[in-house]
């Protein structure tokens, strides 16, 4: 280490109006590695001179050039420019060589940047720059933020991989069905295509027994972003019912679909599954799953994020035992009314809920207890009539 | 009437991807005049020469300049520009000259609008200007769109005035507000500054018996917008309980507030609330006044709009009366459960609703008819963890 990099850094400038711009453009151009970039971050640059942008670029490809040597490349000159990036550049060299050393090969004259690189052991390339004479200002911004934007990335740094992300859709009245097994879809044409957009940037999609039973599903993502690698599907199945026609297992080249089920069910279904999946055994608590090995079961195999398709039952399920960090609320303008299926059912069981029972007021309620402290830190969106509202775990 | 003017309009060529951005920022822009304009619309103007744009002001004071006007004095020389403007210029003169007049005088080349003035018996201004060889584009967008901008405005042009905004704040699973009588704010700090500024831009404010006895209201725009003329308290008071020491009713200069009561409360009501209000009596249906004649009632006295600020007896009997054109709904991150107060009860009594009677799940359901065809329009906004989904009725 230089003795160089030792000096603490300059006390951080306030970002200007440009500075704050730039940064916020930085991070939506990042949002174009949807589905390409995983385990990496999804991140963008901008260069600016004189005021202008002269490039954007963003992290495109898992393997490929980062944001800021993707934009640096684009330009013949970028001597003297800011560079402003979502994420610290990096002073490390992985699948691609240091970002740090194009920023300095290029002559920039100031990087501005966001999030900062989590658990760099030598310090990030902030400071590798400030070392050499180039300006760097950053981090900005709140941790809550930078996790926000790529949570998968940050958590898994933090070592709290899986990321799990639950994807609901609710009405007016907070119910994900009508009652009685009926079966209607609660949002509109445009909200859906963002659920099949959503898959495209996760891991793995998770489904619990009835939902697969019901639906069959297919468990890709299907909408406008083409994932790198087809996110896995991961079944659950503790009576051990699965056969190897069920669609999310057809069709899969590379990496096999994951289905749990009990240790006493495990090697009579990889029999059945054979090649088509892989079977693992995971304990049973309450007459279920556990949830909690299950992910410490897709850590080991290297996965980062899992979002849960549904049903309703997987989803208490996971809210119960605190394994949720994500929360995608699609909320619809539409009342389900009498006998609907709530998405956050008071006390242990769904059907127990009645909200006019004015003795149960007082009692403790689990579903209040779980959302202390959640956050909104992305921005609604609105899909024609739908409203997707993102809820993140505060911590 | 001009023999140029009967002329059809050239089929309107689509706007192109800077007239969108332009129209859209207009759009931004006229919103600065929330509080300040009605009953006129909110209506923002955009000039732009060489793809730049040069000019921006917005409507900001009922009486004075149109904001096509005000960009216009704010340039030395728009010659050849093409101005941008929220709705239709208007050929008539009103309080202030004529906008189509002052467009021709600055010798704009291109009117571009997005909005039509609703109702002209002349054709709108933009044929007005087409038929003296201004090139005219417009109108964009759709009815339901334009509505959702200025809802009062068009509704009161359609003879459907006063427009009448629902404001909620819900949780997740669809409440407003802990069971056995408990107090809470769902939402945050940010939410409760919009929630204070919303009042501005009506001509009432509307609040049910329970919750004027309950809160004392002050029922005043408390947020950084600061109305032209502060919004009329209107007090539902069927019993006749109220003192003209309710703060509502404090400290008005100019329009007093309204107090409904029945016929057989009037005089009396009258009498002990003195010069602080007006009462006026209202029929009596279901044991509550009847909110169709109250709105009769406020229509006649030159009302556009109103807002109800609570509470959920008043939003349901509003709702299930068919009154209600907007609902502002603040969605918090919290779950109320067991004993919580509903929104959006199924059947007729709040109190009879439970989620859980599998029997009911067949019933007919007022809830669900209510809200059928609503649509969102407006792009929902973050306020701290809160959302605020803006939905109005179809139509």
């Known amino acids: 280490m230089e003795r ?17 711009h730039c940064l916020a453009r930085a991070v939506e151009v990042g949002r174009r590695g949807w589905g390409r970039v995983q385990p990496n971050p999804m991140v963008g640059a901008v260069v600016v001179r004189g005021g202008e942008v002269i490039a ?19 330009l013949d000159d970028a001597r003297g420019a800011t560079l402003y990036t979502s994420l ?37 390339g902030g400071q590798w720059l400030r070392s050499r004479g180039v300006r760097v200002d950053g981090p900005f911004g709140t941790r809550g933020d930078w996790v926000a934007e ?21 009405s007016l009245d907070g119910m994900i069905a009508p009652g009685g097994g009926k079966r209607a879809w609660l949002t509109g044409r445009e909200s859906r295509e963002e659920v099949h957009r ?37 079944l659950l199945d503790r009576r051990g019912d699965l056969s190897a026609g069920a669609r999310a297992l057809q069709g899969r080249s590379g990496t096999r679909g994951i289905v749990a089920t009990t240790a006493a069910q495990a090697a009579r279904l990889q029999r059945r599954l054979g090649r088509s999946a892989d079977v693992v055994a995971v304990p049973e608590v309450d007459g279920g799953l556990d949830l909690a090995a299950l992910m410490a079961e897709l850590r ?13 039952i997987l989803a208490m399920s996971l809210l119960r ?51 202390k402290g959640w956050k909104s830190r992305l921005d609604p969106v609105r899909f024609g009539s739908d409203t997707l509202i993102v809820l993140d775990r505060g911590d």
Chains 1, 2 share one sequence.
């Open 4 to 20: 160089a990099a030792a000096k603490p850094p300059p006390p951080p400038a306030p970002p200007s109006d440009l500075d704050r």
């Open 56 to 74: 954007e670029a963003h992290h495109a490809e898992y393997g490929g050039d980062h944001a800021e040597v993707a934009a640096l490349a684009s």
């Open 88 to 124: 610290e550049p990096c002073s490390h060299a992985g699948k691609t060589p240091p970002c740090t050393e194009a920023i300095r090969a290029a002559e920039i004259a100031r990087v501005v940047f966001w999030a900062p690189e989590p658990g760099s052991k030598q310090g990030g």
């Open 150 to 170: 790529n949570p998968a990335f940050f958590l898994a740094a933090a070592g709290r991989a899986p990321y799990v992300a639950l994807k609901l859709a609710v």
């Open 198 to 234: 959503l898959p495209a940037g996760v891991d793995g999609v998770l489904v619990g027994t009835r939902t697969w039973k019901a639906d069959d599903p297919m468990l890709t993502a299907r909408g406008a972003a083409v994932p790198r690698l087809p996110p896995v599907p991961v």
């Open 300 to 312: 080991g195999r290297g996965m980062t994020s899992v979002l849960s398709e549904g049903g309703g």
């Open 321 to 371: 035992d605190d394994l949720v960090d994500r929360l995608y609320l699609f909320a619809a303008p539409v009342v389900v009314g009498k006998g609907g299926v709530p998405a956050f059912p008071a006390g242990a069981a769904p059907t127990s809920a009645c909200a006019a029972d004015p003795g149960a007021a007082a009692e403790s309620d689990e579903a209040v207890r779980l959302f």
